[in-house]
């Protein structure tokens, strides 16, 4: 078993066994975030899903209203005229093969990489480079698109993009532990009602099984799924 610090043992013991109102639960998750740099805040969602079913799958995007409390990088791979509209609208690194190239020799200084649909034939060939990383540009996740403005924009606000794992768990990362307990609220409604909208087809059964937020390096706190399903989002704004 490995070891668990003082300092995680004594965060521990702050936490009850018992499933918090999600609002508790995001104060308490702020009251154990120690660490000596800002934490993320984090929620850890094991869903009736499974996933080496095509139709129990669950890959999509999330709008957090009150954004991620990071600077995202966005590189944008395009041709022509789109490049600078790419460029225009904030694109941190703009490309067309010349970017391909360099990303196939290591090139890594970007959050989130976006394509128009006519490049993609050769970003395939980068699949096994950003793949692993998460950076593949796909349709379902917003970023193979003509509309870079659109794209640029949502990402740099706080779109971001997740999947369930091969065992059904999905672990996304909502916001910043300097945040107050409702914004972080905000965005967990919107990170629920998010998964919930995209319910795979072939999900069958109970469809939330448990929910977890933490700070990076702080103790897992048990939420209510049903009250924060039930919460309007009036209550929180």
Do not use: C
């Given at each position: 078993?490995?070891?668990?610090?003082?300092r995680?043992?004594?965060?521990?013991?702050?936490?009850?066994?018992?499933?918090?109102?999600?609002?508790?639960?995001?104060?308490?998750?702020?009251?154990?975030?120690?660490?000596?740099?800002?934490?993320?805040?984090?929620?850890?969602?094991?869903?009736?899903?499974?996933?080496?079913?095509?139709?129990?799958?669950?890959?999509t995007?999330?709008?957090?209203?009150?954004?991620?409390?990071?600077?995202?990088?966005?590189?944008?791979?395009?041709?022509?005229?789109?490049v600078?509209?790419?460029?225009?609208?904030?694109?941190d690194?703009?490309?067309?093969?010349?970017?391909?190239?360099?990303?196939?020799?290591g090139?890594?200084?970007?959050d989130?990489?976006?394509?128009?649909?006519?490049?993609?034939?050769?970003?395939?060939?980068?699949?096994?480079?950003?793949?692993?990383?998460?950076?593949?540009?796909?349709?379902?996740?917003?970023?193979?698109?003509?509309?870079?403005?659109?794209?640029?924009?949502?990402?740099?606000?706080?779109?971001?993009?997740?999947?369930?794992?091969?065992?059904?768990?999905?672990?996304?990362?909502?916001?910043?532990t300097t945040?107050?307990?409702?914004?972080?609220?905000?965005?967990?409604?919107a990170?629920?009602?998010?998964?919930?909208?995209?319910?795979?087809?072939?999900?069958?059964?109970?469809?939330?099984?448990?929910f977890?937020?933490?700070?990076?390096?702080?103790?897992?706190?048990?939420?209510d799924?049903?009250?924060?399903?039930?919460?309007?989002?009036?209550?929180?704004?």
């Open positions: 078993m490995p070891k668990i610090s003082r995680l043992q004594t965060l521990q013991a702050k936490v009850e066994e018992k499933d918090y109102h999600p609002l508790e639960a995001l104060a308490l998750l702020k009251d154990t975030a120690t660490a000596k740099f800002t934490e993320a805040a984090e929620a850890h969602i094991r869903l009736g899903i499974d996933p080496k079913y095509t139709d129990q799958q669950l890959r995007t999330v709008a957090l209203p009150k954004g991620t409390g990071q600077i995202v990088r966005v590189a944008v791979i395009a041709r022509g005229e789109k600078n509209e790419a460029s225009n609208a904030g694109a690194i703009v490309g067309s093969e010349e970017l391909i190239d360099e990303i196939q020799k090139r890594m200084d970007f989130k990489l976006i394509a128009t649909p006519d490049v993609m034939p050769q970003v395939a060939r980068l699949g096994k480079l950003l793949g692993p990383r998460g950076l593949m540009p796909s349709p379902k996740g917003g970023t193979v698109t003509f509309d870079l403005a659109g794209a640029i924009a949502e990402f740099k606000a706080g779109k971001l993009e997740f999947r369930a794992d091969r065992t059904g768990i999905v672990h996304v990362m909502f916001g910043k945040f107050s307990p409702e914004d972080l609220l905000v965005n967990l409604k990170l629920q009602e998010t998964i919930d909208r995209n319910r795979p087809s072939g999900a069958k059964g109970r469809y939330w099984r448990t977890y937020v933490a700070a990076t390096m702080g103790p897992s706190i048990k939420v799924i049903s009250a924060l399903r039930d919460l309007k989002l009036s209550e929180v704004a």
